[in-house]
Structures are given as C-alpha cells and as structure tokens.
C-alpha cells in the first residue's frame, strides 16, 4: 500500500503563489506505468482534477486542467519520490482542500477523472483572499 503526504498549504493573497509537495512511502510507484494527480476540492463541489503527469517508466505526459493552464506547473523528483504543484497568480477560485492521487495510467498517457486513481492523499488545504 503506498501511502502519499501532502504538504505546502496555506494562506496567499491573490496574485501569490504556493508549491504544494506529495511525498510517495516508497519508490514502487515509479517502477509501473501510473500517473500522479492533482486534484482539488472545494465545499459543496465535486473533486476536480488540477494537474495530472506520468511517472515511473519514463515517458513523458502532462496534462492541465483549463482553469488552471498557465499558472501551474506539475514536476516530478523520482529521486525523492516526490511531485510538486507549483501555484503562481493565484486567484480566489483556487480555494479548496488539494489532494495528490496516484494511478490513473493509460497507454497513451493519463486518466484525469478521480475514479481512476487509487491512492490519494490526506489533501493540504489552499486559501486565497482576494
């Protein structure tokens, strides 16, 4: 069972930025064909998919929802067994609790609905004030 911790949350003013982290328990991830996730979730929404990118064999796949194309940036440290969220103009729609996930592979690249992931995060909550 891999376990995945978020952190980097917090409070920012519109127009700041955040990195978020998700620490992977251990390095199996990387050695099958899943993708790593960022999803966020606000109170009375549905949990939607942020960022996806591929991991563990080697190719190269990023995806990003529209709302958030620009301004945030997925990358990846296998050495660490670790993905970022890299957060910069952020808005007060980006306010939500944000949660990593992993699986989600596909043969062409990734998943990007919630139902496809199977691992997830305890989330790291994000608010913006405007």
């Known amino acids: 069972q891999v376990q995945l911790v978020e952190s980097g949350g917090g409070s920012v003013q519109a127009g700041g930025s955040l990195r978020l982290s998700c620490a992977a328990s251990d390095s199996r991830y990387t050695y099958s064909s899943n993708c790593m996730g960022w999803f966020r979730q606000a109170p009375g929404n549905e949990r939607d998919w942020v960022a996806v990118t591929r991991v563990g064999d080697g190719a190269v796949y990023i995806s990003y929802a529209d709302s958030v194309k620009g301004r945030f940036t997925i990358s990846q440290d296998n050495a660490k067994n670790t993905v970022y969220l890299q957060m910069n103009s952020l808005k007060p729609e980006d306010t939500a609790m944000y949660y990593c996930?992993?699986?989600?592979?596909?043969?062409?690249?990734?998943?990007?609905?919630?139902?496809?992931?199977?691992?997830w995060g305890q989330g790291t909550q994000v608010t913006v004030s405007s």
């Open positions: 996930a992993l699986g989600g592979g596909r043969h062409d690249g990734c998943y990007t609905s919630r139902f496809d992931f199977t691992y």
